[in-house]
Every structure is written in structure tokens, then in C-alpha cells.
């Protein structure tokens, strides 16, 4: 082969050029470069259209129409099981009896690489493929590791919101999830009721035991009340001895009855933190809503803690409705329970706010319901003589 005097051996036109493409005359692929022969293995002596689709800058299918365009700029696809786009420059040799191509892998040359196996001495040394693929490369190490501190970063953000939404003695929700919980509940417009519960005489345990034996009680506490609720409901710590319950599904009386005295009652079980037992009794204050009112969370946890406490001290219960003046007219159900406590009759409330069952001589427990508007309001207070707090 040569050209104003130029000739170059196979040898070193495959060295200069590995990429390179001889078509002849007829059509055929008569000489190909070493790397073009690995990635489209036997495709010398083959039609080079066979194997080659001209796409640009016009379709061209033929040695013919090859020759009147040439010298020209060509985007290629090497077609077959794995099509590949490359890039190239075709002239004419020879007189024009034959053309010259040089390909090359262009943007593509990762995917070359990848499929191919390729390495240093598939590229002429003065290729500059190889410092894109090394850049490209360090690109893909640099992004890797940047994704890697972004996972860390998400992960750690991830960790301290559960950490900011969970009580770190007994696990549970703390007050700040629970009210993102319930404000989901009431803009979905779902029924559910709010379950306030005070621990009694837990002050007591902490005084004559000290803190770990009061935290100690307050984790079995989580765990006894957690054992009472369905999945989907859900208890949080609100603070000190206070735990604070969003409860789902069946919203009948009954069923909130039932489920206020469980706790109680389980509540009221001894305690053994080491080698000490102690008591603690729970009052229960609950509102509902069925879910079509216009209360909002804030209402809910504000009327079910209502139900705990008036302004002279425990145990009232209030509507949503003539909220204030019912809070006045209950306010008579605290000297009604230390009447009780006492074992002494006491007079009985206004039927139409509330009810009480008949007072026996030392009641294990109290229920007051009030109705107004859309909201449900009830009390259930443990009533038990003060527990004795001993070792052994």
C-alpha cells in the first residue's frame, strides 16, 4: 500500500492503527486491525457492509457510494449479538480502488472494554480512549464513595430521627411521634380513640427505691400495657409516668372498657425489681372521635388528659362541647372519690352528665362516661388503699 510515497507494512498500520478497516474494491473487508478483529471476531473477508451499518452522515451501504463521499466523518454500528456504536474517518486508497477506515469507541469505549476484555494493548499509544476510560474511572470511584458517605449520612439522619421519635428508656414512641401519628389519623378523617394513663404511687416506688428501680418498674410497665394493644395501635412515653395510647379498630364502649380495665388491672399486679416487690395503681382518662368532628390532635390529647384532671386536682371528665362550664359541674367527682376512698357514701353526680356504678365498700375501680357533640369522654381510675413498698 502506498500513497505520495508512503508505504506501510501490516504490521505497522495495526500498530498505528488497531482500529482500522481496509475495504477492497468488491466490497470486502480485506485487512482489519487487530482490535477490530476482537470485537468483531471473523469479520475479515466478509462484506464490511455485512457487518457495518454506515449511519452518518447519510446512509451509505455501498463501496460506491463510500467512494463519492469520501473523505468523510462516520458514525458506524457493528452489528450482530453485541451491537456496538463507533466512530471513524474514512479515505481512499490506492487511486480510490480501495478505502481506509480508522475506528474508534468514542463516548462508548466502557461498554467496548467491559464486553470486550480490552486492555492497554488494544489501543495505539497515543490514543487518548485510554485517559478518557482512566477518567471516567476515577469519575465512577469518586461517585461510588460519594454515594457511600451519602448512605452513611442517610443512615445517620435515619438513626437520630428514630432516636428524636423514640423514649430511650422503654423504646417506645415518645410524645413527638405519637402526635405526628394522630394529626395522620385525623387528616385521613379515621375513627380512634386517645387513651391518657397516669401511673399512682409510682412517686413512691422512685422515693424509697431510687431511679433505676423506678425505671426499672416503668419498662415492665411499656411491656404489660404494650401486651393489651392490637397491631396498629399504638403506645408512647409522654413523660415521667405518664404513657399515652392511639387505639384503632373496634371503637364500641365495650370494647374501650374492657381494654381501660385490662390495664388496670395488670397494672395493678406487684412488681419485682431485684429483690424488691412494689405496687402502682393507673387512672385511664379516653376521648374519641369518629373521625368527622373538626378536632384536632391537640384537642384529642388535651380532652383525654381532661378526663384525668380539673383545676382543684384529679379525676374529671369533660366533652368537647360546653367545655368549660362541664369541667365546673364535674369538678364535684374529686371530693366524690376521696369519699369513696374513705369508704364513705358520697352523693350520686347528675345522671344527665354522667354515670357511676354503685359504690361498694372499696371499689377496685371507677368509670365515668360523658357524651357531647361527636366526642366520647370516660374516666377509669384504679382505687386502691396506698401499696406497701418492701424488700424480700
Not at 385511664?284 to 386536682?313: E, F, K, N, P
Not at 371530693?335 to 354522667?354: A, F, G, V, W, Y
Request: with cysteine; proline share 6%.
Amino acid at each position: 500500500m502506498g500513497n505520495a510515497g508512503i508505504s506501510l507494512g501490516q504490521g505497522s498500520l495495526a500498530r498505528l492503527l488497531p482500529m482500522h478497516a481496509v475495504i477492497g474494491a468488491d466490497g470486502n473487508l480485506i485487512q482489519a486491525g487487530p482490535t477490530l478483529e476482537r470485537i468483531a471476531p471473523g469479520c475479515a473477508g466478509r462484506p464490511f457492509f455485512e457487518r457495518f451499518d454506515i449511519r452518518r452522515p447519510c446512509r451509505i451501504d455501498s463501496i460506491e457510494a463510500l467512494r463519492r463521499f469520501a473523505p468523510l466523518d462516520l458514525r458506524v454500528r457493528l452489528t450482530g449479538p453485541a451491537p456496538l456504536d463507533l466512530r471513524g474517518v474514512a479515505v481512499l486508497i490506492e487511486g480510490g480502488s480501495r478505502a481506509l477506515l480508522n475506528l474508534s469507541f468514542g463516548v462508548h469505549i466502557r461498554e467496548a472494554v467491559s464486553k470486550n476484555a480490552l486492555s492497554l494493548d488494544d489501543f495505539a499509544a497515543t490514543d487518548l480512549a485510554v485517559e478518557m476510560l482512566y477518567l471516567i474511572e476515577a469519575k465512577d470511584a469518586a461517585m461510588a464513595e460519594n454515594n457511600r458517605l451519602i448512605q452513611r449520612l442517610e443512615a445517620a439522619r435515619s438513626d437520630a430521627e428514630a432516636l428524636s421519635a423514640t423514649d430511650p428508656l422503654t423504646g417506645l414512641p415518645n410524645r413527638r411521634a405519637l402526635e405526628s401519628d394522630m394529626k395522620q389519623l385525623v387528616e385521613l378523617s379515621q375513627p380512634f380513640a386517645v387513651m391518657a394513663i397516669d401511673l399512682d404511687f409510682f412517686k413512691e416506688v422512685n422515693d424509697t427505691h431510687g431511679h433505676s428501680a423506678g425505671d426499672a418498674v416503668l419498662v415492665e410497665t411499656a411491656g404489660r400495657l404494650t401486651a393489651h394493644l392490637d397491631t396498629g395501635d399504638i403506645l408512647a412515653r409522654i413523660g415521667g409516668d405518664e404513657f399515652l395510647a392511639i387505639v384503632r379498630g373496634d371503637q364500641s364502649e365495650a370494647r374501650l372498657d374492657r381494654l381501660a380495665r385490662a390495664m388496670i388491672d395488670t397494672l395493678k399486679r406487684p412488681y419485682a425489681v431485684d429483690d424488691i416487690r412494689c405496687r402502682i395503681a393507673a387512672s385511664i382518662g379516653i376521648s374519641q372521635t369518629d373521625g368527622g368532628g373538626d378536632d384536632t390532635a391537640d384537642d384529642l390529647v388535651a380532652l383525654a388528659d381532661a378526663a384525668l384532671y380539673d383545676q382543684s386536682g384529679r379525676d374529671a371528665a369533660v366533652s368537647r362541647s360546653a367545655r368549660a362550664p362541664l369541667l365546673d359541674r364535674l369538678s364535684l367527682r374529686s371530693p366524690l372519690l376521696e369519699k369513696l376512698m374513705l369508704q364513705r357514701p358520697s352523693p350520686s353526680p347528675d345522671p344527665s352528665l354522667c354515670s357511676l356504678p354503685p359504690p361498694s365498700p372499696m371499689p377496685t375501680s371507677i368509670s365515668w362516661s360523658v357524651k357531647r357533640g361527636g366526642v366520647t369522654m370516660m374516666l377509669y381510675s384504679s382505687v386502691v388503699s396506698r401499696p406497701a413498698l418492701k424488700r424480700g
